[in-house]
């Protein structure tokens, strides 16, 4: 049976086209942490490795590795559809070649309403694939699955979280979960700062309602908060009761919850 394979779409644009630098990039962006932590979920920024790959390196980093992963984030393209799936398949990267997490896909497609099986809408999206570098290089990890949000409000967002812990329950699997995200953009500095700090404090009260609705009063350029706070509600679903900030740069935050 022949093996779907998606190739890199942003292999030499937001990381190395080739391996040796790309992996030398990653050892740098990631160095060794001293006392890694067992965590449920990250948030870590989609933008390219040179720009955020040191919020998202600090958080891999202090990490205990997992096999299996599922990476929710942003549909920049909106195309296809709005909450979508990869269910085959395998993805690949200068590192070499990840395959989808069956099992896992298909069960999340039964357990989060409205999830769709598509892959157009992950043909050209970034946000899953710079984090397969980190999981590669740092990990060596076996599997994982993209889930690509668009157009979703809190209450979606929200559901679609639990449908996810459900997933993994009744898989009896433990996955990284991890929620793509960038904080303010296009803002003055001073002003990018001041949001920033709004949304940070949501996410590290677990508040996936109060971030979506953070975001929405404060007319925020906020990328990825449906993925953000789906990754909140299934975390605290899981037992998660805390997160913590690793790093932070102007439009950018790595956090772990636990």
């Not at 992996?23 to 955020?52: D, M, Q, T, W, Y």
Request: aromatic fraction near 4%; charged fraction near 25%.
């Amino acid at each position: 049976m022949s093996v779907t394979l998606r190739v890199p779409a942003v292999a030499g644009i937001f990381y190395p086209e080739k391996k040796e630098p790309l992996r030398e990039l990653v050892g740098h962006l990631a160095p060794a942490a001293r006392n890694r932590r067992k965590g449920i979920a990250a948030l870590v920024p989609h933008g390219s490795l040179f720009s955020s790959g040191a919020v998202a390196g600090a958080v891999y980093a202090m990490l205990e590795p997992f096999d299996t992963v599922i990476i929710l984030g942003p549909n920049h393209s909106r195309l296809g559809e709005r909450l979508s799936v990869v269910t085959d398949g395998e993805w690949a990267t200068p590192l070499g070649q990840v395959p989808v997490d069956r099992k896992l896909a298909r069960l999340l497609l039964k357990t989060v309403p409205d999830l769709k099986k598509d892959s157009k809408a992950h043909e050209h999206e970034h946000a899953a694939e710079v984090q397969l570098p980190f999981l590669q290089r740092l990990w060596k990890i076996k599997g994982f699955v993209p889930v690509a949000v668009s157009g979703v409000d809190a209450e979606r967002a929200h559901q679609m979280g639990l449908g996810v812990a459900r997933a993994l329950r009744e898989s009896g699997r433990e996955a990284l979960l991890i929620a793509t995200a960038h904080l303010t953009r296009y803002e003055p500095r001073e002003r990018a700062e001041r949001l920033d700090r709004q949304l940070i404090e949501r996410i590290l009260a677990l508040d996936g309602e109060g971030l979506m609705r953070q975001v929405a009063e404060s007319d925020g350029s906020m990328c990825g908060a449906p993925a953000a706070a789906a990754v909140i509600a299934a975390a605290k679903e899981l037992g998660g009761s805390q997160a913590s900030l690793v790093k932070y740069e102007v439009g950018t935050a790595g956090v772990i919850i636990e």
